[in-house]
């Protein structure tokens, strides 16, 4: 594999646990192997930033959290998106189409 | 700030352990979840656990963003200024007891005037929802104020909506075991109202009105109760004498209820005694007198202006047919919650002292302020490392101010103390210092300090703490890191300039405290020597009950003790007295003329002498045309430039119907002739002087209502004493009140003995803390200039160069203090001149007194220090650097 691993955008790392809960609620490191799996690799989750970041997406009242038994029987926090916090995924989603809509066009043009 | 958000930080503040054990927990689950993977992709357990951790980071800075989020790092570094600051006092204990004592006397000085406000203003009293209680009264439409008439009473009672009870009283003086006592005759739904309850037996209740078992009821007041009958706890269905009445004791008020007066209450009687202590007040007399306070409970969600409103216009109904100017025109509703309603009256009363003992608190402060100045610029040192080494400079005054907060914690308990301790002392040195005679009369509500006050101390202490250590901090940690890391810590000049105000806003306080109090003590001292032109030393009043009135004076005709006896409707230096229209003859104008009905004897007891004409003689008791003596003053108003002697004059009679006072005493004077003048002398208060036009009126010595004025022989007290138990003896009950004369002139002067102390020792205590300012300053200054100084001796300056060069900057703060202080003890001065008559708008002496002992102390406390400056060796100070 010869793929460079890039550095995520900053702020981009919140929209990507919000998407990543959607359809389940997950553990941390769930997340961040759900994130490097659909990026085939590309997108690899900083370890550091993870966390600070997920208590921070609690505090903001986006996601929840509560201690369950993980797939292989060990005690693990599990996170998931509140309401408020899928409305913030839709807004923050429309505006990272519209982003890269917008410098892809730039790219294309300029 | 989210519901969320705020959820979290608490758990986490108030379970650290939890929150923290879970992030472990949770960092630790994915690590475990990250070697599981790569075990999975062929690694060995121990390697691939090794990459886990290796891919993870460092653990412990994961943690600490984490932490952060959760927002305890405040917490966490108020802890860690709190643990560095008991550090730094450790290590400068001197300081820290300084500053703590410093404060705390300031806060304790501030919290017992507080205390006092607390307790006459602020604290309700202890009855059932005291905020809707009203005192009640009227004003007529040409402004003069009235209390009410029992038609009044049972008019506004019938079906008054705006009240949930309406109570009436008149309040009565006399004496109870031979001691001063104040009570108040009250209507039997009195105490229903207020839902005060009894400590033993009942409370006056609405049968009461009636005689029971032929003899009627009282209840004592709880301390009168321990005070007067030492706690008798057969007390109820005891029988005592008030005014030689027997009444039936049915029971003792609980305790901390003693009325809703300033002046606690010791008794109450129901409202149909009132003629046994005032004989003259007959409520059902045609006259239709007002004698009644009223005490209104406003009805619910009613306000105070509608029930104004409602009662005006039962006022206006009630008083149809009478001529207009003594119709209602304004209804008084007066909040009858506290002793001294909230108003902003009582707020001005407390004014001037509050201000007084807030300066002495703000000195304190000031002095604190730079005691922490001085000190910041001692650690700029470890200061400058700090924010080296990356402290922001709020962090530092953070630091700093908790230092100041840790300070003023012990400082609160200590102020807490001393005004406990100020007001115990103080009011004990009052009752020690009083005129003994004067003691039963004066009583105070209870003082004890409550939580009111000590929120007061916590929220003084708190502000003081941010003064005194905020704006040092400020000052103090105004260094920039290039310097700091170049080691050059040297002072700016500006921390200099606010130690200089601080120390001039010191002397001004002390000079206007100083110069306040040497302006009291020379009105105290003015009127101590004021020549009120009666004799007061060897004259005893004697207030009887008429019944009595003929036995007490014949009593006192035959005692050995008493020389001559005169009577006066108004004992002079007590009371106001009053005044009466008068026409002259040959004149239509009316002139209003204080009176006041003496006997014949009377300017022979008081000798008052006689400038023209003669005083009263026998004859004149018996003359058909009824005579009168004018005072000086008197004359030269009502005939100027002519002798009043022989001039009659005609006493008007108000308008039939008016309500007020009308003297029916008066109604034999309707035409008089000046018989003689008297001097001038002082009648009512000596702050009045002398010079009041007064007009005397002969009267018979046994008339109804009268005082009598006894000349005794022999030791005044002693015979004062002996006349009361000889009195008491033979007509028990009779006497209502004894005093010299004399002290009521000390009653006058003792007022302004006590502020003269009040401003004194707060001048004094000011004055110390200048002088420990100005003391510090200096030393200061020498010990910052000791090498520009050992320069100047070493190129040849003298020893006096050098005191003038550090003197001369003391004498200008001194002088700009002293300027300031004055300007201000100016306006105070006009605002005590404008309100007692007596005193100078402006008294030199006091000025330049006041001035020149701040004068002469800052001097001192400057040249103490300066004289080290003289000392300093230049070789030994040269070499340092």
Same mark, same amino acid.
């Given at each position: 594999?010869?793929?460079?691993?890039?550095?995520?955008?900053?702020?981009?790392?919140?929209?990507?646990?919000?998407?990543?809960?959607?359809?389940?609620?997950?553990?941390?490191?769930?997340?961040?192997?759900?994130?490097?799996?659909?990026?085939?690799?590309?997108?690899?989750v900083?370890?550091?930033? !993870?966390?600070?970041a997920?208590?921070? !997406?609690?505090?903001?009242?986006?996601?929840t959290?509560e201690?369950?038994?993980?797939?292989?029987?060990?005690?693990?926090?599990?996170?998931?998106?509140?309401?408020?916090?899928?409305?913030?995924?839709?807004?923050?989603a429309?505006?990272?189409?519209?982003?890269?809509?917008?410098?892809?066009?730039?790219?294309r043009?300029? | 700030?989210?519901?969320?958000?705020?959820?979290?930080?608490v758990?986490?503040?108030?379970?650290?352990?939890?929150a923290?054990?879970?992030?472990?927990?949770?960092?630790?689950?994915?690590i475990?979840?990250?070697? %599981?993977?790569?075990?999975?992709?062929?690694?060995?357990?121990?390697?691939?656990?090794?990459?886990?951790?290796?891919?993870?980071?460092?653990?412990?800075?994961?943690?600490?963003?984490?932490?952060?989020?959760?927002?305890?790092?405040?917490?966490?570094?108020?802890?860690?200024?709190?643990?560095?600051?008991?550090?730094?006092?450790?290590?400068?204990?001197?300081?820290?007891?300084?500053?703590?004592?410093?404060?705390?006397?300031?806060?304790?000085?501030?919290?017992?005037v507080?205390?006092?406000?607390?307790?006459?203003?602020?604290?309700?009293?202890?009855?059932?929802?005291?905020?809707?209680?009203?005192?009640?009264?009227?004003?007529?439409?040409? *402004?003069?104020?009235?209390?009410?008439?029992?038609?009044?009473?049972?008019t506004?009672?019938?079906?008054?909506?705006?009240?949930?009870? /309406?109570?009436?009283f008149?309040?009565? +003086?006399?004496?109870?075991?031979?001691? =001063?006592?104040?009570?108040d005759?009250?209507?039997?739904?009195?105490f229903?109202?207020?839902?005060?309850?009894?400590?033993?037996?009942?409370?006056?209740?609405?049968?009461?009105?009636?005689? &029971?078992?032929?003899?009627?009821?009282?209840?004592?007041s709880?301390?009168?109760? $321990?005070?007067?009958?030492?706690?008798?706890?057969?007390?109820?269905?005891?029988?005592?004498?008030?005014?030689?009445?027997?009444?039936?004791v049915?029971? &003792?008020?609980?305790?901390?209820?003693e009325?809703?007066?300033?002046?606690?209450?010791?008794?109450?009687?129901?409202?149909?005694?009132?003629?046994?202590?005032?004989?003259?007040?007959?409520?059902?007399?045609?006259?239709?007198?007002?004698l /009644?306070?009223?005490?209104?409970?406003?009805?619910?969600?009613?306000?105070?202006?509608?029930?104004?409103?409602?009662?005006?216009?039962?006022?206006?109904?009630?008083?149809?047919?009478?001529?207009?100017?003594?119709?209602a025109?304004?209804v008084?509703?007066?909040?009858? =919650?506290s002793?001294?309603?909230?108003?902003?009256?009582?707020?001005?009363?407390?004014?001037?002292?509050?201000?007084?003992?807030a300066?002495?608190?703000?000195?304190?402060?000031?002095?604190?302020?730079?005691m922490?100045?001085?000190?910041?610029l001692?650690r700029?040192?470890?200061?400058?490392?700090?924010?080296?080494?990356?402290?922001?400079?709020?962090?530092?005054?953070?630091?700093l101010?908790?230092?100041?907060?840790l300070?003023?914690?012990?400082?609160?308990?200590?102020?807490?103390?001393?005004?406990?301790?100020?007001?115990?002392?103080?009011?004990?040195?009052?009752?020690?210092?009083?005129?003994?005679? /004067?003691?039963?009369?004066?009583?105070?509500?209870?003082?004890?300090?409550?939580?009111?006050?000590?929120?007061?101390?916590f929220?003084?202490?708190?502000?003081?703490?941010?003064?005194?250590?905020?704006?040092?901090?400020?000052?103090?940690?105004k260094?920039?890191?290039?310097?700091?890391?170049?080691?050059?810590?040297?002072?700016?000049?500006?921390p200099?300039?606010?130690?200089?105000a /601080?120390?001039?806003?010191?002397v001004?306080?002390?000079?206007?405290?100083?110069?306040?109090?040497?302006?009291?003590?020379?009105?105290?001292?003015?009127?101590?020597?004021?020549?009120?032109?009666?004799?007061? %030393?060897?004259v005893?009043?004697i207030?009887?009950?008429?019944? +009595?009135?003929?036995?007490?004076l014949?009593r006192?005709?035959?005692?050995?003790?008493?020389?001559?006896?005169?009577?006066?409707?108004?004992?002079?230096?007590?009371?106001?007295?009053?005044?009466?229209?008068?026409?002259?003859?040959?004149?239509?104008?009316?002139?209003?003329?204080?009176?006041?009905?003496?006997?014949?004897?009377?300017?022979?007891?008081?000798?008052?002498?006689?400038a023209?004409?003669?005083?009263?003689?026998?004859?004149?008791?018996?003359?058909?045309?009824?005579?009168?003596?004018?005072?000086?003053?008197?004359?030269?108003?009502?005939?100027?430039?002519?002798?009043?002697?022989?001039?009659?004059?005609?006493l008007? $009679?108000?308008?039939?119907?008016?309500?007020?006072a009308?003297?029916?005493?008066?109604?034999?004077f309707?035409?008089?002739?000046?018989?003689?003048?008297?001097?001038?002398?002082?009648?009512?208060?000596?702050?009045?002087?002398?010079d009041?036009?007064?007009?005397?009126?002969?009267?018979?010595?046994?008339?109804?209502?009268?005082?009598?004025?006894?000349?005794?022989?022999?030791?005044?007290?002693?015979?004062k004493?002996?006349?009361?138990?000889?009195?008491?003896?033979?007509?028990?009950?009779?006497?209502?009140?004894?005093?010299?004369?004399?002290?009521?002139?000390?009653?006058?002067?003792?007022?302004? %003995?006590?502020?003269?102390?009040?401003?004194?020792?707060? *001048?004094?205590?000011?004055?110390?803390?200048?002088?420990?300012?100005?003391?510090?300053?200096?030393?200061? &200054?020498?010990?910052?200039?000791?090498?520009?100084?050992?320069?100047?001796?070493?190129?040849?300056?003298?020893?006096?160069?050098?005191?003038?060069?550090?003197?001369?900057?003391?004498?200008?703060?001194?002088?700009?203090?002293?300027?300031?202080?004055?300007?201000?003890?100016?306006?105070?001065?006009?605002?005590?001149?404008?309100?007692?008559?007596?005193?100078?708008?402006?008294?030199?002496?006091?000025?330049?007194?006041?001035?020149?002992c701040?004068?002469a102390?800052?001097?001192?406390?400057?040249?103490?220090?300066?004289?080290?400056?003289?000392?300093?060796?230049?070789?030994?100070?040269?070499?340092?650097?």
């Amino acid at each position: 594999m010869t793929t460079t691993r890039l550095d995520l955008l900053q702020g981009t790392l919140d929209l990507l646990i919000l998407r990543t809960l959607v359809a389940e609620s997950r553990h941390g490191w769930a997340i961040s192997e759900r994130i490097q799996l659909l990026s085939r690799d590309v997108l690899r989750v900083n370890q550091g930033s !993870l966390y600070p970041a997920l208590h921070r !997406l609690e505090h903001q009242g986006w996601i929840t959290s509560e201690w369950g038994v993980s797939e292989l029987g060990r005690r693990a926090r599990f996170y998931s998106l509140t309401a408020s916090g899928r409305r913030q995924l839709d807004e923050e989603a429309e505006q990272w189409t519209r982003f890269s809509a917008a410098v892809g066009r730039v790219m294309r043009l300029a | 700030m989210k519901w969320s958000d705020v959820v979290l930080r608490v758990r986490a503040l108030f379970a650290p352990r939890r929150a923290e054990q879970e992030l472990s927990e949770e960092l630790e689950f994915h690590i475990e979840m990250q070697a %599981r993977k790569h075990e999975a992709a062929g690694a060995d357990p121990h390697q691939a656990r090794a990459l886990a951790r290796r891919e993870f980071g460092n653990l412990d800075l994961v943690k600490e963003d984490a932490r952060d989020v959760r927002g305890l790092r405040p917490v966490e570094e108020i802890a860690q200024d709190v643990r560095y600051a008991l550090r730094a006092f450790r290590r400068a204990p001197t300081f820290a007891l300084s500053v703590v004592l410093t404060i705390g006397l300031g806060i304790g000085l501030t919290a017992s005037v507080f205390t006092i406000f607390n307790a006459y203003v602020l604290r309700p009293f202890d009855v059932r929802d005291p905020h809707s209680l009203y005192s009640l009264q009227w004003m007529d439409r040409v *402004g003069r104020i009235h209390d009410f008439s029992l038609a009044d009473y049972s008019t506004l009672r019938r079906d008054n909506p705006a009240f949930a009870g /309406l109570a009436a009283f008149h309040t009565v +003086s006399t004496r109870l075991n031979g001691v =001063a006592a104040n009570g108040d005759a009250v209507t039997g739904d009195f105490f229903g109202m207020l839902g005060v309850q009894p400590a033993l037996g009942r409370m006056l209740v609405p049968d009461d009105a009636g005689p &029971v078992d032929g003899s009627p009821v009282i209840v004592l007041s709880h301390s009168a109760w $321990r005070n007067r009958f030492g706690g008798d706890s057969n007390i109820v269905g005891r029988r005592i004498l008030l005014r030689g009445y027997p009444y039936q004791v049915v029971g &003792v008020a609980r305790a901390g209820f003693e009325g809703l007066f300033k002046k606690p209450r010791d008794f109450w009687v129901p409202l149909g005694m009132l003629p046994r202590f005032e004989e003259s007040a007959d409520l059902s007399a045609p006259s239709r007198p007002e004698l /009644l306070s009223l005490l209104g409970r406003l009805a619910p969600n009613t306000s105070e202006l509608q029930a104004a409103t409602a009662t005006l216009s039962k006022m206006q109904t009630q008083g149809a047919g009478r001529p207009d100017s003594s119709l209602a025109a304004h209804v008084f509703l007066i909040s009858r =919650a506290s002793p001294l309603p909230r108003s902003l009256k009582s707020y001005l009363v407390f004014t001037p002292i509050a201000v007084a003992f807030a300066l002495v608190l703000l000195l304190a402060c000031a002095n604190v302020a730079n005691m922490m100045l001085a000190r910041g610029l001692a650690r700029q040192r470890e200061l400058g490392v700090r924010l080296a080494l990356g402290a922001s400079r709020a962090r530092l005054v953070r630091q700093l101010v908790t230092e100041s907060m840790l300070l003023a914690l012990p400082a609160v308990a200590l102020g807490f103390a001393i005004a406990w301790l100020a007001i115990g002392v103080g009011v004990r040195a009052m009752f020690a210092t009083l005129p003994a005679d /004067l003691a039963p009369f004066v009583r105070l509500v209870p003082l004890q300090p409550d939580a009111r006050v000590l929120l007061f101390t916590f929220g003084t202490a708190f502000a003081s703490a941010l003064f005194f250590g905020l704006a040092p901090s400020l000052q103090t940690t105004k260094l920039s890191v290039v310097q700091a890391t170049r080691g050059n810590f040297g002072a700016e000049r500006s921390p200099t300039r606010l130690r200089n105000a /601080l120390v001039v806003a010191q002397v001004t306080v002390s000079t206007l405290l100083l110069i306040v109090a040497a302006i009291l003590l020379r009105e105290a001292g003015r009127l101590g020597r004021t020549d009120i032109g009666i004799r007061t %030393r060897d004259v005893v009043s004697i207030e009887t009950v008429d019944r +009595s009135r003929a036995a007490v004076l014949a009593r006192l005709r035959q005692s050995a003790l008493v020389d001559v006896v005169a009577a006066a409707a108004t004992l002079p230096l007590d009371a106001h007295f009053p005044t009466v229209a008068v026409v002259r003859s040959g004149d239509s104008s009316v002139v209003d003329v204080a009176y006041n009905r003496v006997s014949s004897s009377y300017f022979d007891v008081l000798t008052i002498g006689i400038a023209g004409g003669r005083e009263f003689s026998p004859q004149d008791e018996h003359s058909a045309t009824p005579a009168v003596v004018v005072s000086e003053t008197a004359a030269r108003q009502l005939w100027p430039g002519a002798s009043p002697l022989g001039q009659t004059i005609h006493l008007q $009679r108000r308008e039939a119907g008016v309500r007020g006072a009308d003297d029916s005493s008066l109604r034999q004077f309707q035409n008089a002739r000046v018989v003689g003048i008297a001097r001038n002398v002082v009648t009512q208060s000596l702050e009045n002087g002398s010079d009041r036009a007064v007009m005397y009126l002969l009267t018979n010595a046994d008339s109804s209502g009268c005082c009598f004025l006894a000349k005794v022989r022999g030791d005044p007290a002693l015979a004062k004493r002996t006349l009361d138990d000889d009195l008491e003896r033979t007509t028990p009950g009779a006497v209502s009140r004894i005093d010299r004369l004399e002290t009521f002139v000390a009653g006058g002067v003792y007022p302004y %003995r006590v502020a003269y102390w009040v401003s004194l020792s707060l *001048g004094i205590l000011a004055l110390c803390l200048t002088l420990a300012g100005v003391y510090g300053v200096v030393s200061y &200054v020498v010990g910052q200039r000791t090498r520009e100084i050992g320069i100047r001796l070493a190129l040849g300056a003298t020893t006096r160069d050098v005191l003038k060069l550090v003197l001369s900057q003391s004498v200008r703060h001194a002088f700009s203090g002293i300027a300031i202080g004055g300007i201000l003890a100016m306006g105070v001065a006009r605002v005590l001149a404008s309100s007692i008559q007596s005193m100078p708008a402006f008294d030199l002496v006091a000025f330049v007194g006041g001035s020149l002992c701040v004068l002469a102390a800052c001097m001192g406390a400057a040249f103490v220090p300066s004289r080290a400056a003289t000392t300093i060796d230049p070789t030994t100070t040269l070499r340092q650097e």
